[in-house]
Nanobody
């Protein structure tokens, strides 16, 4: 059974930092693209960051970010641990949402389209107070 389990969410003041982890079990995603999405109450799920398989280029994974988080969030992956990390800095109240990790099974690049992902975690809540 494939599972993605997020952790690291919590309550933080504006300007603070959090580190989210997504641990996969049941299969390896080292050859697949992965991503982070978030959903705030009353809003649609939106992409946050996406990262490719490490083998996509000689220099390793490539990553892309939503404009709203560029320069503040960093996504990385540890294939040995089957883990994806989202480092979040200078958090803002508008970052408050449930954050979900996702993994694809048919692509090794990047994608902001949630329909491209086959596996999803249960989500972890991030709340940023002003």
């Amino acid at each position: 059974q494939v599972q993605l389990i997020e952790s690291g969410g919590g309550l933080v003041q504006a300007g603070g930092s959090l580190r989210l982890s997504c641990v996969a079990s049941g299969r390896s995603f080292s050859s697949n693209g992965m991503g982070w999405f978030r959903q705030a109450p009353g809003k649609e799920r939106e992409p946050v960051a996406t990262i490719s398989a490490t083998s996509i280029s000689a220099t390793g994974s490539v990553a892309y970010y939503a404009d709203s988080v560029k320069g503040r969030f960093t996504v990385s992956r540890d294939n040995a641990m089957n883990t994806m990390i989202l480092e979040m800095h200078n958090l803002k109240p508008e970052d408050t949402a449930t954050y979900y990790c996702a993994a694809g099974s048919t692509f090794w690049g990047t994608s902001f389209n949630p329909r491209d992902y086959d596996y999803w975690g249960q989500g972890t809540q991030v709340t940023v107070s002003s």
